[in-house]
């Protein structure tokens, strides 16, 4: 992986076992945009190279060396589906071996959370082919239930000249950087892979959302004027809109649900506790969905199969009345309609007439086990100037061809659910891409040095999302006269708003790889220029194949040869069709590297197998009985709390003040209506309180339920009087840390609001750490800022209690007598409505842990002091602690600096991805993830380089401090 492209190369070791010649038949996953530039075969120390041809020339050529007994290989991508190549192995000698290599490139895509997204396909379900359709390589995919006749040996090396963060993967990694810098890192896939999931692995880069540009070098020997000759540059541009445009999300729209009903959505989201089936979390997804909605846009939902059908002729205003009416339609959502036929109601759906107004949103769930995927991708594309589509692929297998595609075509975005992955947050992050303000008249101009011409290589750019990858390819031609530098600009209107981004970008290429990946529009004779690029590029296409034929080798082959084909992982469910797979291939291992140098060869194992034995059958999705396989009941799940209060939220945005919204707090309607104050009308306090437990139960999952609070704030807003949102819901205690080597200097500002009518005074007993030394305190209320002065105690308690009861504000902190790690806070005579930001600044010592990190804590759990019976009262009896979420939220922040590297950071809390700041690693920052329940102190673990060698830091004295005083002389610490 080099930036944002990763090159696989991918080995296969096949081994015939049997006593006669036979023909090896492997129809496998490839990632859908792969671009395959390399195929080759070794045979013994032999090695042949395989070259791209016209794919029914490479046929004709493969069939008669087959025939007159020569060794042949052939690579073929299928018609159908891009994401689906057959590989045949022609006439393998009995006792022979071969290891055949196939490199390709592809894109890595970008997630929400900022990674990079690496997919290595591992499982290929059967596709459902409709009976119109002509059969293709996809009904020749042979699944298998159970274990696979081959193992997987995988490496990852990882180079960019951002640092790396971290690494992610859904399956187990022995990860290992290269550089203190964090620029190099390699990892390699844990032994035992089964085969039952995808390999995703996720890059996190300081820095990713920066545009960035990579120009590779032309390829010399290749003629003038052809498509590997001259340079080709890349743009990858990550457009930030100001965050009070992201603020006010459209409310116009028509939202279309295309949901997959067919009976591969029966099966379970994973193989692991708690799994939903597919089709139940689809239902969950939906009710949120349906929530969301603003009021006042089109919606509509349609269920397909084998056949298919919508909740309403046309798509109907949102209002309570329809939502209640899809509601329930939902709940009666079964996978019980047979195959997958998404082209028809895709048809259907386009031809309807959509509403000028309300540009259409199609939104797609599907397992994407679908045979006729160019057609559908070919119907999107020809719609694309009337609608957006987002598209979800759900569980493991599913077609990236279809997923990717979809997005791509209809100017939309793709995510792909797998593993124990949740579906609501990804689709949400999705519905925000959709409610964003539209982006038009975009426009890209290039400005580059006299003599050099650039050919925009990409389709024109139509959509641009917050936070969205958007890439450009070009390829310049011509000689510099002189300058070395070229300026792309992108031009833009955002909700009437001219914008303008530009990048700048050095002409020099990167590196010589002699890979091109590129995108065309269509043209004229375009299968013939097809045929005519693919071969100069030597990057394979659906009209062309791989083609390598063994002259040397020649043997008698007696009958017609016998084939074997390698089974794939299917989907796991029990059909009485296991025996089939008694005879496989000898296909003895899988070794895969994504990385630019070729993959090590690996010993293949052996595989015994009954002669008598029949090869397997494809297993095909359109076979009779399937549409009628009883779909098995998922036992009653527990009832998800966050979706029983979205539930009951109505379209308006509001929530009703009864017995079921008190259930899901826990309370009974009693205790809710006896705390409403009189004059607040009993929705408005509803709504008031479900917004309180979201954001102080559910903050880890806002996400999910982003919109619904949104509309539940505007509603509120919208109504008559003076209503007034209890500010804790937004107030928070934000805290600043700078590590300096082994000292912490703590900055934490707490925000105080009186809500009441009359004054009050606030008290606060809190926790710090034992040996903090606090050297400062000041209040900010409006633009003024008060700085408080260290005076005895009593005086200072004095001075408190004569400022507040003759009205004036003031604020007092105390240690506590008897524990130094609890202090006390007054602010005392708040005015009603009035807030104030105190902030308290510390400093404190890191402990040495015993593997040599320095331990920071930040204590924010503080349970309540057993006092004797004879002591005095005192500043630890006035603990007052609660059970459940407190009325205020955490945020942290902190940076780390020091004259030794660091080389890792640890915490007991969840946190943002690292990120330094200087490439020699001695400063970086973190952040803790929102969420924080303080119900567990904040731990950082600070591990730098030779931390055990000593040190010295000499800090400077005060200038201004009086000569001979304590803080007049610098001090050294050793």
């Not at 990632?31 to 070794?42: I, L, Q, R, W």
């Not at 000698?93 to 890595?108: D, F, K, P, R």
């Not at 999705?430 to 925009?456: H, K, M, Y």
């Not at 509001?654 to 607040?680: H, I, M, R, S």
Request: proline share 6%; aromatic share 8%.
């Amino acid at each position: 992986m080099k930036n944002h492209v990763a090159t696989a190369s991918s080995t296969l070791q096949y081994v015939n076992e049997e006593e006669r010649p036979l023909e090896a038949l492997f129809v496998f996953p490839l990632p859908a945009d792969a671009a395959v530039c390399h195929f080759s075969a070794k045979i013994g120390e032999q090695e042949i190279v395989a070259e791209v041809q016209d794919r029914d020339t490479a046929r004709d050529q493969y069939d008669d060396a087959v025939s007159s007994g020569q060794q042949a290989f052939l690579l073929e991508e299928s018609a159908e589906s891009p994401d689906v190549f057959r590989l045949s192995v022609g006439c393998l000698s009995a006792g022979q071996n071969a290891a055949v290599t196939i490199i390709y490139v592809t894109e890595l895509a970008v997630q929400a959370d900022h990674s990079l997204r690496f997919c290595l396909p591992t499982v290929l379900n059967p596709r459902y082919t409709p009976c119109s359709s002509g059969a293709g390589i996809v009904s020749e995919i042979s699944s298998r239930c159970g274990a696979v006749p081959y193992t997987l040996t995988l490496s990852v090396y990882v180079s960019s000249p951002k640092p790396i963060t971290k690494l992610e993967s859904n399956c187990s990694l022995d990860l290992v950087f290269l550089h203190s810098d964090h620029t190099q890192a390699t990892v390699d896939l844990s032994p035992g892979h089964m085969f039952d999931k995808d390999f995703e692995l996720f890059v996190f880069y300081q820095d990713t959302h920066q545009p960035s540009a990579i120009v590779e070098a032309g390829v010399t020997t290749a003629p003038p004027g052809s498509l590997m000759r001259d340079p080709v540059v890349m743009m990858s541009l990550y457009p930030e809109f100001p965050e009070e445009v992201m603020s006010s999300l459209a409310s116009r729209g028509e939202f279309v649900f295309l949901i997959d009903r067919s009976g591969s959505m029966g099966d379970m989201m994973h193989h692991g506790k708690g799994a939903q089936m597919r089709i139940e979390s689809a239902k969950d997804t939906l009710l949120l969905l349906l929530k969301s909605l603003p009021m006042g846009c089109y919606f509509n939902i349609y269920g397909f199969g084998s056949r298919f059908e919508s909740f309403f002729p046309l798509s109907l205003e949102y209002n309570q009345d329809t939502m209640d009416q899809a509601l329930k339609k939902v709940k009666e959502m079964q996978a019980d309609m047979g195959g997958t036929e998404i082209l028809q109601p895709l048809k259907h759906i386009y031809n309807l007439r959509y509403h000028p107004d309300h540009p259409r949103q199609l939104f797609v769930f599907t397992d994407g086990e679908v045979g006729n995927t160019k057609e559908v991708l070919d119907l999107v594309k020809s719609h694309a100037h009337s609608h957006r589509c987002f598209s979800f692929g759900i569980g493991e297998g599913a077609s990236a061809a279809l997923i990717t595609g979809m997005a791509r075509e209809g100017s939309g975005h793709a995510q792909f659910i797998t593993d124990t992955d949740r579906m609501q947050p990804k689709v949400m992050q999705s519905v925000r891409f959709a409610l964003q303000p539209a982006v038009v008249n975009i426009s890209v101009d290039w400005t580059l040095p006299e003599g050099v011409t650039v050919d925009t290589l990409s389709p024109p750019i139509n959509v641009l999302c917050q936070g969205q990858r958007t890439l450009i390819y070009a390829q310049m031609k011509g000689e510099s006269s002189g300058g070395s530098e070229g300026t792309v600009t992108v031009k833009y209107s955002l909700k009437d708003q001219p914008v303008t981004n530009q990048l700048h970008f050095c002409l020099k290429p990167t590196e010589e790889t002699g890979n091109n990946k590129s995108q065309f529009l269509p043209f004229e004779g375009i299968r013939s220029r097809m045929v005519e690029l693919s071969v100069q590029a030597g990057v394979s296409s659906v009209h062309t194949a791989f083609i390598a034929v063994n002259k040397d080798s020649r043997q008698t082959v007696k009958g017609p040869l016998k084939q074997r084909r390698v089974p794939t992982r299917g989907p796991l469910v029990s059909l009485s069709v296991a025996s089939q797979y008694a005879q496989p291939c000898a296909f003895g291992s899988f070794n895969s590297s994504a990385a630019s140098q070729s993959a090590q060869s690996v010993a293949y194992g052996s595989l015994y197998s009954s002669a008598a034995a029949q090869p397997a059958q494809p297993m095909a999705y359109n076979a009779p009985f399937l549409g009628w396989l009883p779909v098995q009941a998922a036992p009653e799940p527990q009832k998800d709390p966050l979706l029983q209060l979205v539930s009951l939220q109505k379209a308006s945005g509001c929530w009703d003040l009864d017995a079921t919204l008190a259930d899901v707090f826990g309370k009974t309607e009693d205790e809710l209506t006896n705390q409403k104050p009189a004059q607040v009308d009993g929705s408005v306090w509803a709504t008031l309180l479900a917004l309180i437990w979201l954001y102080g139960c559910k903050i880890e999952q806002q996400v999910e339920w982003q919109f619904v609070a949104m509309k539940a704030a505007s509603w509120i807003g919208s109504q008559k009087g003076e209503i007034s949102i209890p500010d804790h819901i937004h107030s928070s205690i934000s805290v600043q840390v700078l590590v300096q080597d082994h000292v912490a200097t703590v900055s934490s500002t707490l925000q105080y609001v009186n809500e009441e009518e009359r004054p009050l005074e606030a008290l606060f007993v809190f926790p710090l750490p034992a040996d903090a030394a606090v050297c400062h305190f000041s209040a900010k209320i409006g633009e003024q800022e008060i700085v408080a002065e260290l005076q005895d105690r009593e005086t200072a308690r004095d001075q408190y209690d004569d400022a507040v009861s003759s009205g004036q504000q003031a604020f007092l902190l105390e240690e506590s007598a008897e524990s130094p790690d609890v202090f006390r806070l007054s602010v005392g005579c708040l005015s009603a409505g009035q807030n104030a930001a105190v902030t308290i600044i510390y400093v404190t010592e890191l402990a040495v842990q015993a593997d040599h990190s320095l331990r920071f804590c930040l204590p924010t759990v503080l349970n309540p002091r057993y006092t004797p019976a004879g002591s005095g009262a005192g500043i630890v009896s006035e603990i007052s602690s609660r059970c459940g979420a407190v009325p205020y939220t955490l945020t942290l922040s902190v940076h780390v600096s020091s004259p030794k590297p660091i080389s890792k950071l640890e915490s007991n809390c969840s946190l943002d991805p690292l990120e330094f700041l200087h490439s020699d690693h001695t400063q970086a920052t973190v952040d803790l993830s929102p969420g924080h329940m303080f119900d567990k102190d904040f731990e950082l673990f600070v591990f730098y380089q030779d931390t055990h060698q000593p040190s010295a830091i000499v800090e400077a004295g005060v200038t201004t401090a009086p000569p001979g005083s304590l803080m007049r002389d610098p001090v050294r610490q050793e």
